[in-house]
């Protein structure tokens, strides 16, 4: 595919993010019934291409948010060695988390996958997604850094 414009590059990436990276997040310990008042704890995966085919990934970035707030809530997590924006305290509907140098989510190499969990709270019953969704920048050798953004892609209900 011939790249004409510098955007064609900015969305090769999107596509990359998309089709080549994945994201997964998986419930831990709890089945898939939570009673409202209950607390659990899911954790994101992310699998970037393999070694033949992928990229480095660099400046990870990671939005995971609650589709219905008012079934259940994402705590806000203290991690050391990131920027965590969210929508409140404590309980939140959605979070960006910015990860720096020298955390294992900033940089993900072709073939590797990270992990890192953390921890809801269910209000009430019923079902809703948790969705997570990263931004990342791959760099160009010394040209510059293209960001782009993956679809939102797992679904715990």
């Known amino acids: 595919m011939p790249f004409e414009t510098l955007r064609d590059i900015a969305n090769a990436l999107d596509v990359y993010l998309s089709n ?3 994201v997964t997040t998986t419930l831990s310990g709890f089945g898939t019934v939570l009673s409202p008042g209950e607390d659990f704890e899911f954790t994101v995966h992310i699998t970037n291409a393999t070694a033949e085919t992928g990229v480095l990934l660099v400046n990870v970035r990671l939005f995971i948010r609650s589709e219905d707030k008012n ?3 994402l705590r806000v997590p203290l991690i050391p060695n990131a920027q965590i924006r969210a929508s409140g305290k404590g309980l939140v509907a959605l979070m960006r988390i910015t990860f720096s140098q020298g955390h294992d989510f900033n940089t993900i190499k072709p073939g590797e996958e990270v992990s890192i969990s953390f921890r809801g709270h269910a209000l009430a019953l019923g079902s809703t997604n948790i969705r997570a969704e990263i931004q990342a ?3 160009l050798g010394g040209i ?8 939102p892609l797992n679904v715990i209900s």
Do not use: C, E, R, Y
């Open 20 to 22: 080549s990276v994945t």
């Open 137 to 139: 920048d791959i760099d």
């Open 71 to 73: 079934i259940a809530l």
């Open 144 to 151: 510059g850094k293209i960001t782009g953004t993956s679809q």
